[in-house]
């Protein structure tokens, strides 16, 4: 009697996993020839979320079963954006024997993430077990995968935690951040254009001096950070999702504080680093922005002879990147305040405790296509 050949299910989250495993299908499909049986296996890809349980965390063992059972697949991997630690970054958890894989995207990092996650997803579909990263042994204290799991691997060596929380920055795109921003952008540019018309701001970007200017650029942007983290909730104020307290704060009045050695509060604190830096990102990416509009406006609004009569000097192009420079700094500050204006949900989306609270919504086995 002839074997059916194995059927594998690659199963990704919304957004980048499911960008990155689209992309190296056809290329897994013809390393998937090497399968260790000798069979070339049938690969099958859906995209969709694994729920959290009541501890905030993804519990393979739970849903593989069941995703397998459904589908018909013999084998389960599954790629999500979700960083799980155990105070070292989680690259992979394995339940089921073998036959259910959860890679976390984040902790392959940002150079070579795509290289990363092709190796590790080849040796899958050949049948071989994921091998990035080493062994963790003994795990009880896990945040976001499954403490059960028969294998966990996690990162080792010098640069681990820059290498998640870098792989973490990329999965919150910053770029899909910037385009949401819009009231933001808006509000930075009429600013900066509106001060442009003012003579004593010509007169203060020709005297400034640049070390001041530098101040003022790195003063708007920092100030444009904080008032969306604060304003838009994203701050993650090291908060344990266990419902048991780990320790007690007399200082908050006895509230409940995971300990400073958690998993959960080390998780707390890459998440804040995350946020920030996605953020400071977006915000320098809008400053770029309202710098190279003020940079167009001045050029076609600020006459040489009249920027000469205000400032009583000769003028080259190079004042009128000084002026744009200041224009897009004052821009930075009342964009800020146009923040105020976007009720944009991925505002909020662009970080992952933010995504958490999302999956946690999720009814049934999972929700996928």
């Keep these: ?36 049986s000798g069979d070339k296996p049938i690969l099958e890809f859906r995209t969709g979320t694994l729920p959290m349980d009541e501890f905030g965390n993804v519990r393979l063992a ?5 995703i397998l059972r459904d589908y018909g697949w013999d084998r389960l991997v599954y790629v999500t954006d979700l960083p799980l630690t155990t105070r070292r970054p ?17 902790a392959f990092g940002l ?3 795509k290289e990363g996650l092709r190796q590790e997803l080849s040796r899958l579909v050949c049948g071989k077990p994921a091998g990035a990263g ?25 640069g681990r935690t820059l290498r998640l929380l870098l792989g973490m920055i990329r999965g919150n795109r910053p770029g899909q951040l910037i385009r949401v921003l819009s009231s933001c952008l808006a509000t930075g540019v009429a600013t900066g254009g509106f001060g442009i018309f003012y003579g004593s701001v010509w007169e203060m970007s020709y005297l400034i001096s640049s070390w001041r200017q530098i101040m003022i650029t790195i003063l708007s942007i920092t100030l444009l950070t904080f008032w969306l983290i604060y304003k838009n909730g994203l701050w993650n104020g090291a908060y344990s999702r266990n419902p048991e307290p780990t320790t007690v704060n007399v200082a908050t009045g006895g509230a409940a504080q995971p300990a400073a050695d958690s998993a959960a509060w080390w ?17 320098t990416g809008v400053y770029i922005l309202i710098y190279l509009t003020m940079l167009l406006v001045s050029a076609a609004v600020v006459p040489v002879p009249f920027f000469e009569s205000r400032v009583n000097a000769d003028i080259t192009p190079v004042d009128y990147l000084t002026l744009a420079w200041f224009a897009a700094s004052l821009g930075t500050l009342g964009g800020a305040l146009g923040s105020s204006f976007d009720t944009d949900e991925s505002v909020r989306e662009a970080t992952y405790n933010r995504r958490e609270l999302q999956r946690r919504q999720i009814v049934g086995l999972f929700d996928g296509d």
């Design 62 to 66: 739970d849903s593989a079963p069941g």
């Design 267 to 283: 998780r707390a604190r890459m998440d804040n680093l995350a946020t920030t830096g996605t953020v400071l990102i977006s915000a």
């Design 1 to 36: 009697m002839q074997r059916l050949p194995e059927k594998i299910g690659l199963l990704a989250d919304r957004g980048l996993p499911a960008v990155r495993v689209r992309a190296l299908l056809k290329e897994l499909d013809e390393v998937s020839q090497k399968h260790v």
């Design 134 to 158: 080493q062994r963790e042994k003994g795990v009880d204290d896990i945040e976001g995968g499954d403490v059960e799991a028969d294998t966990t691997r996690v990162l080792e060596g010098r």
């Design 90 to 106: 989680v690259i992979s958890q394995t339940v089921e024997h073998g036959r259910a894989t959860m890679l976390c995207l984040p």
């Design 111 to 113: 150079l070579r993430a």
